[in-house]
């Protein structure tokens, strides 16, 4: 079983930098992708970025170029560095992780966690 524990949101303003965490705990060997999605109010959530277990990344195209996914495997923890930040940017940023290749394939993750919020003001 894995847990996973988001943190580092905050306010910020228009072309500032976050960077966010993804704690992981369990049986993190498991684990065959990753990602990260958002979710602003009255809006549907959106795949931000997508780590695979050979390091490949992907990432959805309001942020490419702005931001980073990446994972520290001694630390057990994966990160979503924030660049060129905008207002549209604001929502709850959740981790999300799968352990069946299938899935991680059709973007179906099943563990999540809570959430940390990053507001942009501009």
């Known amino acids: 079983q894995v847990q996973l524990v988001e943190s580092g949101g905050g306010s910020v303003q228009a072309g500032g930098s976050l960077r966010l965490s993804c704690a992981i705990f369990g049986y993190t060997a498991g684990i065959d992708c990753m990602a990260w999605f958002r979710q602003a109010p009255e809006k549907e959530r959106e795949g931000v970025a997508y780590i695979e277990d050979d390091g490949s990344t992907r990432y959805g195209d309001s942020v490419k170029g702005r931001f980073t996914i990446s994972q520290d495997n001694a630390k057990n923890t994966l990160y979503l560095e924030m660049n060129s930040l905008k207002p549209e940017d604001t929502a709850m940023y959740y981790c999300?992780?799968?352990?069946?290749?299938?899935?991680?394939?059709?973007?179906?993750?099943?563990?999540w966690g809570q959430g940390t919020q990053v507001t942009v003001s501009s």
């Open positions: 999300a992780s799968e352990s069946v290749l299938s899935r991680c394939r059709n973007r179906q993750y099943r563990t």
